[in-house]
Structures are given as structure tokens and as C-alpha cells.
């Protein structure tokens, strides 16, 4: 398995407060990307990172900030957290350097249970 | 915008059975096509990727085709057995671009 961390994998807090998720790598891949799962919807991509302060926006990114000051760290940031943002939240990383650009999969972490009351 | 439709919703096979599960997608400007399967409370595990330009992947029992011009993808699973039961995800990149637009699955039980 790809060695990536997400932390805390479990988390329950109130409207209003700041949240912050930290995905974790071991593999020195370039890319990263946070996604949010929910019933009815699948996956979809909330920011991405392509290298150390390099990101940008997803799909779903209204709400959510991320930072990367090293290669194997990728924070999300919930400034206020809102009861629509209880949700599932991924981590995946890729690196298209390694052996092509197309012929790299994205490799998953095992998620944080994110829970806004 | 890149749509990934995923049908069926749901699938349940006695063991033995060979299946199929589709994915169609609307924009054929596809960089690569991956099918991932996720266990319960789990994260997302790779099985194949297909890149734009290939028609199929093969790895172990499973074998995943892809015609780009149709827009549209299978994941053939042969003499399934109860492990192979999960949900199955595709997905797909957008030439020159990475990030990853998903479908919404398929939840395959298979009955011992």
C-alpha cells in the first residue's frame, strides 16, 4: 500500500469552528489532492496540489483551504465549519513523472470521518 | 463539464458468476480511465488504469475495456467470489489535466 496518513481519521465538532484535516505521504510524490465523499454524490475533488505551495481549486473548493509547505504534508482548512461539510474526506497522491503522465494511478488513503453538529 | 455515469447502481451475482459493470462518460477528451474498488469504511484501491490511447487492461480476473469514441467503459470480473464483493468506482482524467471526475459506483455483492 502507498504509504499515506490521513489524520484524525475520526472527528466530531460544532458549526462555527475551524477544522483542520493533514494528509500525510511517504512516497515523494508531486502530486496530491483532497476529495469529499457523500451519499448521492461519489467522489469530488475539493483542491489539489501539484508541488510544495502550489495548488489549486477542485470542483467543490467554496469553504475549504489548503496548504503544502513540504512535499510529503497537504493540510485542508475548514475555516468555519458548516453542517454541509459533514462529510468523508480523501486524501490521494500521484506523481506523473514516474513512469509517464498517463500510466500513474491515484492512490487513496483511508479517509477522516468528518462530523459537524 | 465531465459527467461519469455508473450503471448498475447496484449488482448481486451468485459466486462463480462472470460480470459485467459499465461506465459511460459524456467528454471522450479523456487522459486516462481507472476503475477502483472500495470496501466498506475504506480507502479507494487502484485495479487497472487505461490510458487514452489503449483499448484494454488486463490483471488477474479482471479485465477492464475502454472505447473512447463512445464514451464508454467495462469492468468484466470472471468466476466472481464473495472477497469480490465491494463497491466499484470509475473514474476518469481530463487530457493534460490530472484531477479525476468519479462515477458513483456500483455495489456488487456476490452470494456465496
Known amino acids: 500500500d502507498a504509504g499515506i496518513t490521513q489524520s484524525p481519521r475520526h472527528k466530531v465538532t460544532e458549526t462555527g469552528t475551524p477544522v483542520t484535516l493533514r494528509c500525510h505521504q511517504t512516497e515523494n510524490h508531486r502530486y496530491m489532492y483532497w476529495y469529499r465523499q457523500d451519499p448521492g454524490h461519489g467522489l469530488r475533488l475539493i483542491h489539489y496540489?501539484?508541488?510544495?505551495?502550489?495548488?489549486d481549486k477542485g470542483e467543490v473548493s467554496d469553504g475549504y483551504s489548503v496548504s503544502r509547505s513540504k512535499t510529503e504534508d497537504f493540510l485542508l482548512t475548514l475555516e468555519s465549519a458548516t453542517s454541509s461539510q459533514t462529510s468523508v474526506y480523501f486524501c490521494?497522491?500521484?506523481?506523473?513523472?514516474?513512469?509517464?503522465?498517463?500510466?500513474?494511478?491515484?492512490?487513496f488513503g483511508d479517509g477522516t470521518r468528518l462530523s459537524i453538529l | 463539464k465531465q459527467e461519469v455515469t455508473q450503471i448498475p447502481a447496484a449488482l448481486s451475482v451468485p459466486e462463480g458468476e462472470n460480470l459485467v459493470l459499465n461506465c459511460s462518460f459524456t467528454d471522450s477528451a479523456i487522459y486516462n480511465l481507472q476503475w477502483f474498488r472500495q470496501d466498506p469504511g475504506k480507502g479507494l484501491t487502484s485495479l487497472l488504469l487505461i490510458q487514452s490511447s489503449q483499448r484494454e487492461q488486463t490483471s488477474g480476473r479482471l479485465n477492464a475495456s475502454l472505447d473512447k469514441s463512445s464514451g464508454r467503459s467495462t469492468l468484466y470480473i470472471a468466476a466472481s467470489q464473495p472477497g469480490d464483493s465491494a463497491t466499484y468506482l470509475c473514474a476518469v482524467s481530463r487530457e493534460g489535466n490530472y484531477k479525476l471526475t468519479f462515477g458513483k459506483g456500483t455495489l456488487l455483492t456476490v452470494n456465496p
Open positions: 496540489s501539484y508541488g510544495v505551495k502550489d495548488t
Open positions: 490521494a497522491i500521484s506523481d506523473p513523472q514516474k513512469g509517464g503522465y498517463s500510466n500513474q494511478p491515484q492512490h
